[in-house]
């Protein structure tokens, strides 16, 4: 499909004549990647057929886990266990080696989450997370009622005892990625179509929030987001994936076929990135690693 060049400095990152290349289809709405070095693997949600689907290179796609909660973002903590954002159950769930389900975050002062829709897990072991309305819907999640008047971003400490509201100011929060060094917290904005940056202080709450980049145009919104090893911000947007420099610097776009909703780095070196969008899946070589899950 070609890129959008709007800065040269894109080029640096991916050769402007990289393909974007189709992997499967089939599904309903595909969201939240994550690759599993170890299996070399790529678990990624397809949120209203309620699975969890595994694609490898070997097999191609298969079911991983189902039911599933509907769940949307995914990514596993420090021990490697399975971390799941689930819309149908309203919480953030931890898989264990063995198999066991656990819940580990459901409510915020007594009240129901929304829906949590992305979650990623810093050095420290606290999870951030973010919790728009979105899974409150048949298609995405059981229909109901939201008890909480607020959108919120939150952090659940190491030791899973507290969860910590961080900002509520949010229309729909979405995707959120640290910066390489974790000093910075980004996290967009689906329905004002911007991604806000956040300094990230020594007990893990967030200050200075300011707007980082913007999006315009039609078929497609802010939705999953991850960095490169130098800085620069993948998120998904209008036509594909968009590009920022860590100055906010808008580089371009990867051009896609179908509406991206959701993106992460894997294979072996970590430069190869994976992108959910639609009905399907695909991947492009970059020229750049990206941040590793662990």
């Given at each position: 499909m070609g890129l959008d060049i709007q800065?040269?400095?894109?080029?640096?990152?991916?050769?402007?004549d990289a393909e974007m290349e189709w992997l499967a289809s089939g599904c309903q709405f595909t969201e939240g990647p994550l690759w599993n070095a170890a299996g070399k693997f790529?678990?990624?949600?397809d949120i209203p057929a309620n699975t969890v689907r595994r694609w490898?290179?070997?097999?191609?796609?298969?079911?991983?886990?189902?039911?599933?909660?509907?769940?949307?973002?995914?990514t596993y903590d420090k021990q490697g266990c399975f971390i799941a954002c689930e819309h149908a159950n309203r919480r953030v769930s931890r898989t264990h080696p063995d198999g066991e389900v656990v819940t580990i975050a459901s409510h915020y002062e007594g009240k129901r989450l929304n829906s949590p829709n992305d979650v990623v897990v810093?050095?420290?072991?606290?999870?951030?997370?973010?919790?728009?309305?979105?899974?409150?819907?048949?298609a995405y999640g059981v229909e109901a009622e939201k008890e909480l008047d607020f959108q919120g971003v939150y952090r659940l400490s190491p030791d899973g005892e507290t969860l910590t509201l961080l900002i509520d100011d949010f229309d729909r929060p979405n995707g959120l990625c640290f910066s390489p060094d974790e000093s910075i917290l980004?996290?967009?904005?689906?329905?004002?179509?911007?991604?806000?940056?956040?300094?990230?202080?020594?007990?893990?709450?967030?200050?200075n929030g300011r707007v980082f980049g913007v999006e315009e145009g039609e078929n497609g919104k802010p939705d999953g987001m991850k960095v490169d090893v130098r800085g620069n911000v993948y998120l998904t947007g209008p036509g594909g994936i968009w590009v920022f420099a860590p100055d906010g610097t808008?580089?371009?776009?990867?051009?896609?076929?179908?509406?991206?909703?959701?993106?992460?780095?894997?294979g072996d070196d970590w430069k190869t990135l994976f992108i959910t969008a639609s009905t399907s899946l695909y991947r492009i070589r970059c020229k750049v690693a990206g941040v590793a899950v662990p």
């Open positions: 800065d040269a400095r894109l080029v640096e990152l991916v050769d402007a790529l678990l990624f949600s490898d290179a070997t097999l191609g796609m298969s079911v991983f886990r189902e039911p599933s909660g509907k769940s949307n973002g995914l810093k050095s420290d072991g606290s999870l951030y997370f973010t919790d728009p309305p979105y899974g409150l819907s048949s980004y996290i967009n904005d689906t329905e004002r179509m911007h991604i806000r940056a956040f300094d990230v202080q020594a007990d893990g709450t967030l200050a808008h580089l371009g776009v990867l051009f896609l076929p179908e509406r991206a909703a959701n993106l992460a780095w894997g």
